[in-house]
């Protein structure tokens, strides 16, 4: 797998990302569209690949999923759906671009969470690319299985304390 340095994808990245909003805004009436995973990290290296989260009320949350699928995008085999998720490949092929829709309030909005913690914390972008060069030879599944331990490692630490009411 060859990982690109960001220098190499993120302003191009970027562009697709203004692109892709204005689809999205035309689309979904009341979604909210979020940059997320590496290439929304300044100094993260990729793939190259463009990941976009649709946040939407929970009530629209499968007709955003129809009406996205009505415009080209495929649901991504072999990840998880839930009424609270859905991930999709665009028909795009000139990027890699894929979408994450996810239920506002839920579970799911750590995908900016994730992304907000490594913007406010460089150390964790240079833990992060270590983890991606270090499991860069490894097969496919074994790399996103390296990368989704950092990801849960930083969740935990980003949690917010819960401070008792007695």
């Known amino acids: 797998m060859r990982l690109l340095d960001p220098v190499d994808y993120q302003i191009a990245a970027a562009r697709v990302v203004e692109g892709v909003t204005r689809e999205l805004a035309a689309l979904i009436s009341g979604c909210r569209v979020e940059h997320v995973g590496a290439s929304a990290i300044p100094g993260a290296i990729s793939k190259g690949d463009v990941d976009v989260c649709v946040v ?3 009530p629209g949350h499968s007709s955003a999923v129809l009406r996205l699928e009505a415009a080209g995008y495929v649901v991504k085999a072999d990840t998880l759906r839930t009424p609270e998720l859905c991930m999709l490949l665009s028909p795009r092929t000139d ?41 860069a030879g490894l097969s496919h599944g074994q790399y996103r299985d390296a990368k989704a331990a950092f990801i849960a490692s930083v969740l935990q630490s980003a949690a917010p304390a819960v401070i008792p009411t007695d």
């Open 56 to 58: 939407v009320p929970p």
């Open 95 to 135: 990027v890699d671009l894929a979408l994450q829709v996810v239920a506002q309030g839920s579970r799911f909005e750590f995908f900016m969470r994730f992304r907000d913690a490594l913007r406010g914390d460089q150390s964790l972008v240079d833990q992060y690319n270590a983890v991606k060069r270090r499991a």
